[in-house]
Every structure is written in C-alpha cells, then in structure tokens.
C-alpha cells in the first residue's frame, strides 16, 4: 500500500494508524502548487482528481479516499491492534466521533489555510473553540476518546489539536485536551510519523 500525504496535514492522522497498526505501507510526499505532483514525479490529479490527502494507492492499484474510511480500512488490515472498535456501541461512538471531527473540526480549520481576513478569521475561532470544548466534554475523564484504549479517532482528533497550535488557536482553558495531546504525542508511533514528516512538535 501507499499513503500520498503532505507534511503536517490531515494525512498525518492515517499515517499515525499505519504505524501503529505496524502496516508495511509507502509514503508518497504531495508537494501542493498548481501542478501537484507526487514525490515520485506522478501527476497527483492522475490518482486522485480531488488532488487532496489523504489518498491510500491499494496493492490492486485501486485507490481509497476519505480520511474517516482510509483510517478504518488501515484499521481493518489489523485487527489485532484494536485501534477500531467494529461490535457494540463502541463502534457507533467510533463512527459518531470520527464524522464529528471530520465535519465540524477539519473542514471547520480549511477557511484558515486560505488566510481569511481577521474578523473572518476570529469567527472561525470562535466556532473552533466552541468545537474544541465539544471534543473535551466527549473526552470527559476518560484517556482517550473511547476509553481506555487508542483509536484511529484519536488519531484524527491529535491533528486537528497540531494545527490548533500550528493557527495559535489557544485552547489553555481546556488543560484535559492538553493532557490528551501530551498523551497522544508521547506514543512512539506518534513521534515516528512525525520524524518521518519531518516535523517537531511540544
Ligand atoms: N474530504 C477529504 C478532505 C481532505 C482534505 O481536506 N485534505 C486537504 C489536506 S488536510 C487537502 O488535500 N487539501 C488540498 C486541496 O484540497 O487542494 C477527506 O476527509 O479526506
């Protein structure tokens, strides 16, 4: 399998889940620019037409997108790593949680990487803020979002906390989501994608 991803960007949450699913899966850089080519000198339209990461190339050659899906086939490939829980409630809550993060969080941060004026800027903020003590209510006591156990969802949920910081969106009165984030950045397939994606985060 190849994972076409950008540094830093949602990719990195599938990217996560493939190595703590400890998948053999390839990476493939996207530089983002008019003409979108793969590292490996593709045309990125050519596999993907959204031209967008998170984009999963299968050994068939057929092609997975969809951030929420392409973590949940990863998670599938390994079952034994408990990282999607498929029976119960548990699973719902799964489904619940990863389509609220998709929904309200991701596409909540896109207007900023289009550097919307300020006061678009501080509305964006707000309903963020608004999201993020969402996050924390459904994190409660718990370690991470499901209980005890590390999910593709907290994989996904740890992004959207990289660009808070990356936006400088402050988040200092919700100290169990930084506690959440300290926990997810200290996990040793956390630290290596994101050696791997060259990048350094406190
Ligand atoms: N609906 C897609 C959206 C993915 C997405 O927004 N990817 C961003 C990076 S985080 C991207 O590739 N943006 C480049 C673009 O859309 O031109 C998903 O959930 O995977």
């Not at 100290?175 to 926990?183: D, M, N, W």
């Given at each position: 399998m190849k994972l076409y991803y950008a540094p830093g960007a949602c990719s990195l949450a599938p990217h996560i889940v493939a190595r703590?699913?400890?998948l053999d899966v390839a990476l493939d850089r996207i530089a983002f620019?008019?003409?979108r080519k793969t590292e490996s000198g593709r045309d990125f339209y050519d596999i993907n037409p959204q031209g967008a990461v998170p984009t999963l190339e299968l050994d068939t050659g057929e092609v997975l997108t969809e951030n929420a899906v392409v973590m949940q086939y990863l998670a599938?490939?390994?079952p034994q790593a408990g990282l999607a829980p498929g029976e119960g409630m548990a699973h719902w809550r799964l489904l619940e949680t990863l389509n609220f993060i998709a929904t309200e969080l991701h596409k909540g941060f896109s207007p900023l990487f289009r550097n919307p004026a300020?006061?678009?800027r501080e509305t964006i903020f707000a309903t963020l803020r608004n999201r993020f003590?969402?996050?924390e209510r459904k994190l409660g006591d718990k370690t991470y979002l499901?209980?005890?156990t590390f999910s593709i969802a907290d994989a996904y949920a740890f992004v959207m906390m990289t660009w808070a910081r990356k936006f400088k969106l402050n988040l200092g009165d919700q100290?169990?989501?930084?506690?959440?984030?300290?926990?997810i950045l200290a996990r040793p397939a956390v630290q290596q994608a994101l050696k791997a994606e060259g990048l350094s985060l406190s």
């Open positions: 703590e699913a400890g620019g008019a003409e599938a490939q390994a300020d006061d678009v003590a969402l996050l499901l209980g005890d100290p169990k989501l930084e506690a959440y984030f300290q926990r």
